[in-house]
């Protein structure tokens, strides 16, 4: 089992930066990788970035050079730090996190926490 609680979002203008945050606690020993996904009203729930229990990093095409994601492992807590915002960039933003293996593997999702870009 485990529980994500993200943090971090807010009302920022185009071409800021802000960081978002997910902590996670449970049994994340058995996390295999957490992720992010972001969901504009009427919009497909789509993935932005994603980071391996190795570290590996991975992005989406449309956020890549833009959106950096991390984690500090003394904390349980993996960040996304987003640059030069966009209105585009305007969802509700979700940390995943990819548990488990074999049947018992599953996605454990936060409550998603609001990013809204002002032009």
């Known amino acids: 089992q485990v529980q994500l609680v993200e943090s971090g979002g807010g009302l920022v203008q185009a071409g800021g930066s802000l960081r978002l945050s997910c902590a996670a606690s449970g049994s994340i020993f058995s996390i295999n990788a957490m992720g992010w996904y972001r969901q504009a009203p009427g919009k497909q729930r789509d993935l932005v970035a994603r980071?391996?229990?190795?570290?590996?990093?991975s992005y989406a095409d449309a956020v890549k050079g833009r959106i950096t994601i991390s984690r500090d492992d003394t904390k349980n807590t993996v960040y996304l730090e987003i640059n030069s915002l966009k209105p585009e960039d305007t969802a509700v933003y979700y940390c995943?996190?990819?548990?488990?293996?074999?049947?018992?593997?599953?996605?454990?999702w936060g409550q998603g926490t609001q990013v809204t870009v002002s032009s």
């Open positions: 995943i996190a990819d548990y488990g293996e074999g049947w018992g593997r599953r996605d454990y």
């Open positions: 980071i391996t229990s190795g570290g590996t990093t």
